[in-house]
């Protein structure tokens, strides 16, 4: 019997058996509520699938509509079945997808491989909607050489920073440094006014509490930060065990990647379609 919601290898392929399929979900996904033919004008227009062409047209001026335009997959010569595929195995994924797996399972080259991984993340940038609540922000550190300085200041290290609603979505970025100019406009431009932020003493958050917030440092007891320290150590464990190194220039879109997949993990609507509903619309 199959468990409740779930969207496995043999779902996948059920309702997506073939190329045809693919594009007809899409053009379904796209123009569901298409009231009007942009050709003829007609209400409630039918649109019939064109041989040999990746588009539909209108049966009664005969108006062409190509459902892989305007999206990731325009101009695409891989199939959109393996498409489909790649974005599967992201939903399906809580670490993520590297290029050497996507090239090995799709059996196509590592360049498109990776071109293909990057276009998916990239359409997975989540909204803007400011936190609230109780906020807990932390920077971090990513990258860099595994010998010679630690810490801050070390040679090749990336700055993160993040903050994360207890219990609730998370916001993370690249930044070029963590002074106190270069993150407390992040901070108001990404936290409701009078939000209760935890952050841990390092001096660069002094005086964010003559802002609109609440400030409260971590103390070891009741104030603490262990949302967002915990989801930076899952984050660089998945990275690590999934990808082994990613460069400072793509860096944010695996950020993104992860920040969608942790924001939508409550909905009761299926990883795949949500990922699909964000990637064609």
Known sequence: MKAKNRFGINSFLEKYPNEDVCLESLFKLRYWNLNKCPGCKIKKPKYYRVRKRKSFECGDCGHQIYPMAGTIFEGTTLSLHKWFYAIFLFSVSKNGVSA???????????????????????????????????????????????????????????????????????????VPNRQRETLFPIITNSVKEKSLVHTDNYKGYYGLGLHTFKHRKKDGKKIHINSMEGYWGNFKKSMLGTHTSVSPKHLQKYLDEFQFRHNNRKEVIKMFDLMMYRIAV
């Open 100 to 174: 050497k797996e996507l090239e090995r399972t799709l059996e196509i080259t590592y360049k498109t491989a990776w071109r293909l991984g990057h276009q998916i993340r990239k359409a997975l940038r989540d909204n803007n909607t400011k936190l609230k609540g109780l906020v807990e922000i932390d920077e971090s550190m990513y990258g860099g050489k595994s010998h010679g300085k630690h810490g801050w200041g070390a040679e090749g290290k990336v700055v993160l920073f993040g903050m994360v609603e207890r219990g609730g979505n998370v916001r993370v970025k690249v």
